[in-house]
């Protein structure tokens, strides 16, 4: 027999996690019959039988029969005391704020591999929100129908594409085709290169101007670091291992032939070596400290050989 417990899914306090222990006074009000009644029959909030996830408690589930998805729930602040098996009411997001299903997007999205590529990344960015960016590669027409094809269906999995911050890099003898069938669409049009999450995409010439204003950033942060150094060697080492270098590798290993550019920062992050140790440390040592912990070293930072292929 289920048992009937009406609660309301409340868009604010939703994404709040913590711990299994919540106190009542961070859970919000059970609704009334009447108001409950009242948002059923006016189609503001909508009735349905909860489902958690057994591998993840902090995930429930509710199921929409006429769209054939499933309502996400994240957080116990969003269930509001619901078990596994409860018939809940709940109410929506805003369209802008729905979490986008990738894999029911990207299937959406039937290209012809011959003439497109695309691909969807998935990041956790603030609050537990699911955050998406989606990105193509091929000829123009199918990079314009695919556009289209984003416009038309993404809103329906939640994603909505935003033209003002989407770019479309083209060879120059391209572009004069590009700029008339992207005309309208507010997509900005670029021939020399962008930012590419962590990395860069583009020409030579732009690749090399980029990277050199990003290490000459870089050494500054070191050089900030090599200051705490001297009297917190220990939280600087696992700012420098932990934190950094994880935005060095990523760019070494998204981009090939930058060895040359990136020494101003190794030499920098050698001298931190230097530091730790009190004393200038013999290339050999830090050939060792360069290794990961399970053959001696404590993963230094080399972001002059980091292999592209990895």
């Known amino acids: 027999m289920v048992r009937k417990t009406y609660t309301n899914f409340d868009v604010q306090e939703s994404w709040k996690t913590s711990t299994v222990c919540l106190s009542t006074k961070t859970l919000r009000e059970h609704w009334s019959l009447q108001k409950i009644t009242s948002c059923l029959k006016a189609k503001e909030a909508f009735l349905g039988t909860i489902r958690v996830n057994p591998k993840n408690f902090e995930q429930a589930f509710v199921a929409d029969d006429n769209n054939h998805k499933d309502?996400?729930?994240?957080?116990?602040?969003?269930?509001?005391?619901?078990?596994?098996g409860d018939v809940?009411?709940?109410?929506?997001?805003?369209?802008s704020d729905w979490n986008v299903s990738i894999e029911q997007l990207a299937h959406a999205l039937q290209v012809e591999k011959h003439d497109l590529t695309t691909t969807?990344?998935?990041?956790?960015?603030?609050?537990?929100k699911i955050q998406d960016d989606a990105r193509g590669c091929g000829r123009i027409n199918a990079l314009l129908k695919w556009w289209q094809k984003i416009e038309a269906i993404g809103p329906m999995h939640g994603y909505f594409p935003n033209a003002m911050k989407t770019k479309l890099l083209m060879k120059?003898?391209?572009l004069?085709?590009?700029?008339?069938?992207?005309?309208?669409?507010?997509?900005?049009?670029?021939?020399?290169?962008?930012?590419?999450?962590?990395s860069v995409i583009g020409t030579e010439h732009f690749t090399t101007q980029y990277i050199r204003k990003l290490v000459t950033k870089w050494c500054t942060d070191i050089k900030r670091l090599i200051?705490?150094?001297?009297?917190?060697?220990?939280?600087?080492?696992?700012?420098?291992?932990?934190?950094?270098?994880?935005k060095y590798t990523f760019l070494c290993r998204?981009?090939?032939?930058?060895?040359?550019?990136?020494?101003?920062l190794q030499d920098y992050i050698d001298a931190i070596g230097s530091?730790?140790?009190?004393?200038?440390?013999?290339?050999?040592?830090?050939?060792?400290?360069?290794?990961?912990?399970?053959?001696?070293?404590?993963?230094?930072?080399?972001?002059?050989?980091?292999?592209?292929?990895?």
């Open 176 to 198: 004069n085709d590009a700029s008339v069938l992207f005309e309208g669409t507010n997509i900005e049009i670029i021939t020399e290169g962008t930012q590419l999450l962590g």
């Open 275 to 310: 530091i730790l140790f009190g004393k200038p440390v013999e290339p050999s040592l830090l050939e060792v400290l360069k290794l990961p912990c399970r053959e001696g070293g404590i993963v230094f930072p080399d972001v002059v050989r980091t292999d592209p292929q990895y």
């Open 71 to 84: 309502i996400l729930f994240l957080g116990l602040h969003s269930r509001n005391r619901s078990l596994p």
């Open 172 to 174: 120059p003898e391209w």
């Open 254 to 264: 998204t981009t090939q032939g930058i060895g040359e550019l990136m020494k101003p």
């Open 227 to 246: 200051g705490v150094a001297v009297k917190e060697p220990h939280a600087v080492l696992a700012c420098l291992t932990k934190g950094l270098a994880s």
């Open 88 to 95: 809940v009411v709940y109410v929506l997001h805003s369209k």
């Open 120 to 128: 969807l990344n998935r990041m956790a960015g603030p609050k537990q």
